[in-house]
């Protein structure tokens, strides 16, 4: 978790990028210009629905406020600096194509999927949305009990709370796609 002063300066420099007043943000908040100050000098901490509020009347995701890292609302990723990791029972490889941005709100992959083998073992949930265009191969999708054969070229998209698992139809060939997904979290 953020420290007090990390998180009101942080509040503070969004509020002055916007040239926003502590009365601008009192009337939007219906928080006391006071109490919104003192939080910006870390003199104390919002609770959650007061941070919700401020970060609503910037204009923010509150997300943006308690991250870590001070993270850029705008993701650049190079050919030379994705990260390649390796999917858990020598399935295949992610290749990230996004970088960190506030709240974890779009993740964006290649996914290479070895023949025969699934991205998961079984069916799991997640809050956000997914889409996936096949780059190559065959991909099996199973999405609330049903099955979708998705071939090269063609796309899927559904709601992550859906119980859902993907694996590369195919037992010779490897199957690539790239993945799109909107603000995770295990459900």
């Not at 959650?48 to 609503?56: D, N, P, S, T, V």
């Amino acid at each position: 978790m953020i420290d007090k002063p990390r998180l009101g300066k942080r509040i503070k420099q969004v509020r002055e990028s916007k040239h926003l007043t502590l009365k601008n943000i009192e009337a939007a908040a219906r928080i006391s210009a006071t109490h919104i100050s003192e939080i910006e000098r870390g003199k104390t901490s919002p609770t959650l629905g007061a941070l919700i509020r401020i970060a609503r009347a910037l204009g923010k995701d509150p997300a943006y406020f308690i991250e870590e890292e001070d993270l850029s609302e705008t993701s650049i990723v190079t050919v030379e600096n994705r990260i390649q990791e390796s999917i858990a029972n020598a399935a295949g490889t992610i290749e990230r194509l996004t970088s960190s941005i506030p709240g974890g709100r779009l993740q964006g992959c290649i996914v290479r999927l070895n023949a025969g083998r699934a991205y998961h073992d079984e069916a799991h949930s997640h809050h956000g949305d997914e889409a996936i265009i096949v780059l190559s191969g065959q991909v099996l999708f199973e999405i609330a009990g049903e099955e979708h054969l998705i071939e090269t070229g063609d796309s899927i998209s559904y709601g992550g709370r859906q119980p859902h698992s993907f694996a590369n139809a195919s037992a010779h060939e490897p199957a690539e796609l790239m993945w799109v997904c909107t603000e995770r979290g295990v459900s």
